[in-house]
Each structure stands twice: as C-alpha cells, then as structure tokens.
C-alpha cells in the first residue's frame, strides 16, 4: 500500500506513511509479506467471521492478538457498533447539529498524531446521551481503520457550552467501555487529554471519569486556562479558527462529516460496521472473560465535595 484511501478529515502524507513505518522497521515488501502471513492465519481461524485491514507494530503475533480482541470487542459490545440504517444516518446529522466529535485534517508535526476535538456546538443542547456519544464515537474508530496512518492521538475536549448538570449524565460504565475500545482493543495511545475553557466544576469531572480511567491516562490530562497553553501541546497552525488556528471551523468540520456519512464510503462504512466481529460461538480454546477484555475489578471510591 503507496497511500491510504483519501478522507478530508484524516489527511495523511506519503512522508508521514513513511515516517510511521520506520518507526515500526517496516517497509512495503515487509508490510505485503506480514499481509500474505495474516490472509493465511485468517483462513485458519473459525471464531472470525470478516478480515479487518490491521497491520500494526511489525509483529505478525501481536497484530494476531489485535485483530482477535479488536473483532471480539465488536461483537460483546455490539451496541456501539451495529446500527439500525434506516434511521442512523439521519439520527447522525441531528447528533452533528448539537455535538461535534471530528479528528482534525492535519496531522502533529511534532510528533505525528492526530488530534480529536469533542464539544457541544450548541450553546442551549442540553440532551446529552453517553451511549449516543458513544455509538458516533465507534463509528470514527471504525473510519479512522480505513483512512487513517498515525502514532497516537491527543484527544481535545471543550466546555465552553457544558453546563453542570451535565455531570448527571456522565456514565462511569460507557467511559470505561469506550477506552477498553480505543485503547486495549485497537490499542490507539492517547498522548493527552486537553480540557480547554475549563469550567468552575472542571474538578469534579476530572474526579469522576479518574474512577475509570488507567492511571498513566490520568496523568496526561491537561487543563489549560489560555489557548497559548494548548499550543504547548497543539500546534496553533492544524487548529480550527475557533481556537486560533488556520484550518477550516468546527461548524466546517462537521458539515464534512456529515457529507462523508452520505457518501458512498460513509454509507458502506456503516452497513458493514455490524460484519467486523468475531463469532464467538467457534471459538476453540479462548474464553474471552471480563481480564481478557480489559474490564476487571470494581471502580474506585468517589469522594467529590
């Protein structure tokens, strides 16, 4: 593979490609044999219904192991995964109205990831659904699979619009959920959680999604008073001009997601999101528990004044 597919949300460069793949000690001849390694490996596994297009790390074995849990967690939490096509393309345009989730077209200069910005987009939204955010949330990861050739990711969240009740909807069980995906199952490392104009109440819910997340995630997470904080991290130059930057606005990032999600590509991203599972009933030897799906224990104690 010379370049990736093209998506104006996940741009990327043929430096950029091969930027990644020396990291990785990879080369196109060694990326065909690994190919020619995993097409074979596939035909011997029952439990896998569909080949996902994953080669990561350089490792035939981990990307064996990746592929498994990534097809596996599709299918325990097959709610986030499957939609209902005669109605999700339209509930994905009003959710686009009210909340912008969007990767941003350029990739860090700095250290070649890709940044996500999530907010509200309209100041009077109230009706925030986790399970909703989530689904739109998978559907970026199922997206990204095709398009996207990165390291890592910082993830930007903004509260301009956020206003305390929405602390209520927060779902400790959905967070934890969402990075069992993006984290342990399509093993994506976040750099940095950026929270920018943070609220009076940022603390508290910083206290409450600390119950579910890996420490050294906690660790990264940064809470920045101006936008020349942010630049630290960010680049001012790959931000929308909501935030300084020279790139398109967050209203134009939507509308582009919107476009793709009609799209031919988008459409068949979404009809064959519910066939990129693994059949769990033909599995031979692996009992696919709660440790193995990164899920174990019991959340920590909340104390929040």
């Given at each position: 593979?010379?370049?990736?597919?093209?998506?104006?949300?996940?741009?990327?460069?043929?430096?950029?490609?091969?930027?990644?793949?020396?990291?990785?000690?990879?080369?196109?001849?060694?990326?065909?044999?690994?190919?020619?390694?995993?097409?074979?490996?596939?035909?011997?596994?029952?439990?896998?219904v569909e080949a996902l297009p994953y080669i990561r790390r350089g490792s035939i074995e981990k990307t064996k192991a990746i592929i498994?849990?990534?097809?596996?967690?599709?299918?325990?939490?097959?709610?986030?995964?499957?939609?209902?096509?005669?109605?999700?393309?339209?509930?994905?345009?009003?959710?686009?109205?009210?909340?912008?989730i969007t990767p941003l077209p350029k990739i860090n200069p700095n250290d070649c990831t890709r940044i996500f910005l999530l907010g509200l987009m309209n100041a009077d939204f109230e009706d925030i659904n986790m399970v909703n955010i989530a689904k739109f949330a998978c559907f970026l990861i199922s997206t990204r699979m095709y398009y996207d050739y990165n390291f890592s990711h910082h993830l930007i969240f903004d509260f301009k619009h956020v206003k305390a009740s929405a602390i209520t909807k927060i779902n400790p069980m959905v967070l934890r959920k969402i990075e069992v995906i993006f984290t342990d199952s399509y093993k994506?490392?976040?750099?940095?959680?950026?929270?920018?104009?943070?609220?009076?109440?940022?603390?508290?819910?910083?206290?409450?999604?600390?119950?579910?997340?890996?420490?050294?995630?906690i660790k990264r997470i940064y809470i920045h008073s101006t936008y020349d904080d942010l630049y630290q991290h960010i680049p001012k130059d790959i931000l929308p001009k909501e935030y300084g930057g020279d790139q398109m606005s967050c209203e134009d990032l939507a509308q582009l997601m919107k476009d793709f999600i009609k799209s031919d590509a988008g459409r068949r991203t979404i009809e064959d999101s519910s066939k990129i599972v693994a059949n769990e009933s033909r599995r031979s030897t692996i009992k696919f528990n709660e440790e193995y799906m990164g899920m174990p224990g019991s959340f920590k104690n909340l104390n929040v004044d």
């Open positions: 593979m010379e370049s990736t597919s093209y998506h104006p949300l996940f741009q990327v460069t043929q430096e950029e490609m091969t930027n990644v793949r020396q990291s990785y000690n990879l080369d196109v001849k060694k990326i065909n044999e690994n190919l020619d390694i995993l097409e074979q490996w596939f035909k011997k596994q029952d439990h896998l498994d849990k990534v097809l596996t967690i599709r299918e325990l939490l097959s709610d986030f995964f499957t939609y209902d096509t005669n109605t999700i393309f339209d509930e994905f345009e009003t959710f686009l109205d009210n909340i912008i994506a490392r976040v750099k940095g959680l950026h929270v920018i104009n943070a609220p009076p109440f940022i603390h508290k819910v910083v206290a409450l999604i600390s119950l579910v997340l890996k420490e050294k995630i």
